[in-house]
């Protein structure tokens, strides 16, 4: 059994829609390069993952990604700031 409805969409609705969505993940991506100004120049995970706005499980996605990390004489991992800023620039640049 086949039902058609028939549905009437305004183009001007549609347009404003996409448009709105565009600029939501544009001021997105531009917040978290932003917010890579604030950081020291080698972050800790935790400072890194409260300066972006972040979780552990996003923080291991990008390091899947490509996202360099190192792990420092005492044991803890931080980031280089400029790697940060080239990675989020390479993988979320609009």
């Known amino acids: 059994m086949?039902?058609?409805v028939p549905i009437k969409i305004e183009a001007k609705e549609v347009a404003?829609?996409?448009v709105s969505q565009?600029?939501?993940?544009f001021?997105?991506?531009?917040?978290?390069m932003a917010d890579t100004y604030d950081l020291p120049p080698y972050?800790?995970?935790?400072?890194?993952?409260?300066?972006l706005g972040i979780g552990q499980s996003r923080l291991n996605d990008?390091?899947?990604?490509?996202?360099?990390?190192?792990?420092?004489?005492t044991g803890s991992i931080?980031?280089?700031?400029e790697e940060v800023r080239r990675f989020l620039k390479e993988?979320?640049?609009v």
């Open 2 to 4: 086949e039902v058609t």
């Open 16 to 18: 404003n829609e996409i």
């Open 22 to 25: 565009a600029l939501k993940a």
């Open 27 to 32: 001021d997105t991506r531009m917040n978290l």
């Open 43 to 51: 972050p800790t995970q935790e400072q890194l993952k409260q300066a």
């Open 62 to 73: 990008w390091i899947a990604m490509g996202l360099k990390k190192q792990i420092w004489s």
């Open 78 to 81: 931080r980031f280089d700031r």
């Open 91 to 93: 993988n979320f640049e």
